[in-house]
């Protein structure tokens, strides 16, 4: 499902720990490390598809979550050519998201990468919260940039700021975002 522009929607997920670390997957039989994320379903709300992901992807459930908050606005990407399916070059560009800041409130050994019988992730960490940006692919940085830098303010107080905060990446205004309380 595309929309006009032809963005799939999508949701991405930044799962934090009680230290502020973020879950970080490695995707599977791959070098790359992402946050979890996938489409959204025909007649699915942004919420079901996330927590329907979260569990695919992470093998949790909604009892092991609290949602902080999610982003405003759709933050899109486009996808270079050369990685687009032929049968889908011209309609497709790339992805649009919604991106959900959850905490963990379950323990680590709820986290399962086998949950679905097409697991996405091989192994996984937790890392500082800027640290994904050193290191996502090219072409989804900007995204993991807003997403990040948007919600940031649920996770750390105005006062605080990380030493490994880009410049780019300081404390947004409340009216920025979107909470769920």
Known sequence: MLDREGYRPNVGIILTNQRHEVFWGKRIR?????????????GETPEEAMFRELYEEVGLLP????????????????????????????????????????????????????????????AWRWSEYWVPLDSVIEFKRRVYEQALTELSRLVFHSHERSSTWPECALPVAKSQVQVNE
């Open 30 to 42: 791959e070098h790359s490390w992402q946050f979890p994320q996938g489409g959204i379903d025909k």
């Open 63 to 122: 009892e092991h979550v609290r949602i902080l908050g999610r982003t405003r606005d759709w933050l899109r990407y486009d996808v270079p050519r050369h990685w687009v399916r032929r049968e889908w070059r011209g309609a497709y560009r790339g992805q649009k998201q919604i991106w959900f800041l959850l905490q963990l409130t379950g323990r680590d050994c709820d986290i399962c990468l086998r949950a679905s019988a097409k697991p996405e992730f091989d």
